[in-house]
């Protein structure tokens, strides 16, 4: 099992920028694919970005391409969030995940970001 901790977020105004990160820890960090995730009050958690054990590839949803990059350092045990151009409707709960060979997902706490206009 991996433990997950994100940190970074906070209050930014529309247009500023945010990274988010998201330490490992438990077991070997390049087993896994990381992604994160965000939920806004009333909706349903929602994709942002992936990126695979390497590296290499990485995924986005519509709502962040171009504005959001993922990365992670594997000696770090850590995955980033850089996030650019924010607009109010980037407000939301952001979700750390890491999902193994099988399958599983493991779920971070959450940290609160909020943009206002």
């Known amino acids: 099992q991996v433990q997950l901790v994100e940190s970074g977020g906070g209050l930014v105004q529309a247009g500023g920028s945010l990274r988010l990160s998201c330490a490992a820890s438990g077991r070997t960090f390049s087993n896994y694919a990381m992604g994160w995730f965000r939920q806004a009050p009333g909706k349903e958690r929602e994709f942002v970005a992936a990126?695979?054990?390497?590296?290499?590839?990485?995924y986005y949803a519509d709502s962040g391409k171009g504005r959001f990059t993922i990365s992670r350092d594997n000696a770090k045990n850590t995955v980033y969030l850089q996030m650019n151009s924010l607009k109010p409707e980037d407000t939301a709960v952001y979700y750390c995940?890491?999902?193994?060979?099988?399958?599983?997902?493991?779920w971070g706490q959450g940290t609160q970001v909020t943009v206002s206009s």
């Open positions: 995940s890491a999902r193994s060979y099988s399958g599983t997902y493991y």
């Open positions: 990126i695979n054990w390497s590296g290499r590839n990485t």
